[in-house]
């Protein structure tokens, strides 16, 4: 099953049971010498089913196709290690291929995400359910890397690699510029708010997501193709909804704060939440662990416009506001 949307470019849906996100949306090229197929949906049969029969009806040969991630989560990364030949390139950048070293030291993030109030009971058991975890690919290619402004031809398709961190460190969008086409990945997306999360002290998401949102703003775009859910055309506007998304999330978390001092912990608890759960207690683990990241990606945020203050504590970190 897939859609045409122009000449040699086409949609196959990969479908993402039990998320919030539904589907995937992998991109085919297809040329004379090199197919190209952009994101591939997590490393699940159900998943590797619609990738099969999409490129089968395309009739695709894999020996002939390469691979560019967006960025690293597995929702976009975990089919690959079924999918590629020995004669493929795996294309990704170069920030976001750090995370699949064999030799990660996880450790700090887990030591950073209890001093932001998580319990280590609530920690293992958010790692154990994460399909980040469940679903990465259990073979890692040897990646191609790219770097911003990097351009890859297929066909006579032209895409030039623009690095926009937020979602992920490296996380890369690729605009076809005489085709005004612009490939956002996760970083714009039409139905849903791209989720932009911390879990580092040393950077600042929100930050350089807005930056990045600044940064393609004014691209001469007529087709949007998102990593998730539906094509759009207006990037801009769509550009000024998000960051008027945040805008509004950044003053919740000052409300939630009030005159108070609180962990990022029970900011996100105090927080408004699209799901379907009366109280934080009844947060499924996974989101609890999303929920928190977001609230830290806003109070670093505010922190670096100097309207918070972290209070760094033995046990646990605290912010109050100015």
Known sequence: MFDEIMPHLYRIIIPLP????????????????????IDTGFNRNICFEAMQKGLHDLDIDLNKTDFMLTHMHSDH???????????????????????????IDWSAMLEYAMHNGFELEELIRAAESHPGF????????????????????IGDYRLKCLLTPGHTQGHICLYEEEKQ?????????????PH??????????????????NKV???PVKLVLPGHRNFFTDLAGRIDELKNHHEIRANEVLEVLGKNTLSAYDIAAGMTWDIDCDSWEQFPITQKWFAVGEAI????????????KRLK??????????
């Open 217 to 219: 703003r004014n691209l």
């Open 313 to 322: 504590g033995e046990k646990t970190d605290t912010y109050t506001a100015l």
């Open 18 to 37: 039990n998320s919030p996100l539904k589907e995937l949306n992998s991109y085919v090229m297809k040329a004379d010498d090199r197919n190209l197929i």
């Open 134 to 153: 469940k679903y990465r690919p259990k073979k890692i290619p040897e990646f191609s890397l790219l770097d911003n402004d990097d351009i890859l031809q």
């Open 297 to 308: 990606a806003h109070l670093l945020y505010l922190e670096s416009e100097g309207q918070v």
């Open 181 to 193: 086409l612009f490939f956002s990945g996760d970083h714009v997306l039409y139905d849903i708010t």
């Open 77 to 103: 990364t975990g089919l690959v290690s079924r999918l590629f030949t020995d004669t493929s390139k795996v294309y990704i950048s170069r920030i976001d291929s750090l995370v699949f070293n064999e030799n």
């Open 196 to 213: 932009i999360e911390s879990w580092s002290y040393e950077v600042n998401s929100l930050k350089n997501y807005i930056e990045s949102l």
